[in-house]
């Protein structure tokens, strides 16, 4: 049953142009998560969320940031996108911010730099 | 910083046999230990977990095994059917970490 919803699915953008994906959740959770997926499958966290607190992966680019209207939603915009940035955008949620808490994975959405 | 390695990244198994795949870590510190899996198109979800006051456990045909000693956990699946085909993920954590550091996957292939 699904309980985190991504949209768009599937997303093809050019070079430098903006663009955002969203994530909600349904199961009343107060910490989000974005995580990047390359195409080896490999899974790199960029931000986790809870509440009032942001914890941002020093690697990820200052281009990437997260946007929330409460904590149900966490979206993810990317000003002027980069061809290294064609991946794969999964949305997680879990109880607490402890990595101890079971996460919940939205679908994923799959981005496409041209 | 916390290392997790997945050292297979392809297994292929026939139906109804065992799988196993491993994972090591380098923290000392690493208190917690995840499995999830990943299907075709679809994000991950949690399988099973281990923590390190226990050294194996078991749901149902699942079993996960951790040597805090060799710094090592694994994940048998015993019975393989076709549904078990997917990518599994390990991650590591010291409880009072925020982030668990994954593994890079091990794609499992259930062969009829």
């Known amino acids: 049953e699904t309980a985190v919803f991504q949209t768009p699915n599937y997303h093809v953008t050019q070079v430098g142009n903006e663009v955002s994906f969203n994530c909600k959740q349904t199961?009343?959770?107060?910490?989000m998560y974005w995580y990047k997926q390359d195409s080896k499958k490999l899974l790199k966290i960029m931000f986790s969320?809870?509440?009032?607190?942001?914890?941002v992966n020093e690697t990820v680019p200052r281009r990437f940031s997260p946007q929330s209207s409460d904590k149900a939603h966490l979206n993810l915009r990317i000003k002027s996108v980069e061809p290294e940035d064609s991946a794969v955008y999964l949305c997680?949620?879990?109880?607490?911010?402890?990595?101890?808490?079971?996460?919940?994975f939205g679908p994923g959405t799959r981005l496409t730099v041209l | 910083g916390e290392k997790v390695e997945q050292h297979e990244s392809t297994l292929s198994v026939r139906e109804g046999d065992s799988a196993v795949i491993n994972c090591t870590y380098t923290?000392?510190?690493?208190?917690?230990f995840p499995w999830y899996k990943q299907e075709a198109g679809k994000g991950l979800h949690f399988v099973i977990d281990?923590?390190?006051n226990v050294d194996r456990k078991q749901s149902q045909r699942l079993i996960v095994l951790l040597d805090k000693k060799a710094k090592r956990f694994s994940l048998h699946i015993t019975a393989t059917q076709p549904e078990d085909s997917a990518i599994y993920f390990c991650?590591?954590?010291?409880?009072?970490?925020?982030?668990?550091?994954w593994g890079s996957g091990t794609k499992l292939i259930i062969k009829p």
């Open positions: 997680a949620s879990s109880t607490g911010l402890a990595s101890s808490y079971e996460q919940y």
């Open positions: 969320y809870n509440n009032k607190q942001l914890i």
């Open positions: 281990i923590r390190s």
């Open positions: 199961l009343g959770h107060d910490t």
């Open positions: 923290d000392t510190a690493s208190s917690y």
């Open positions: 991650a590591a954590s010291p409880d009072s970490n925020y982030q668990l550091i």
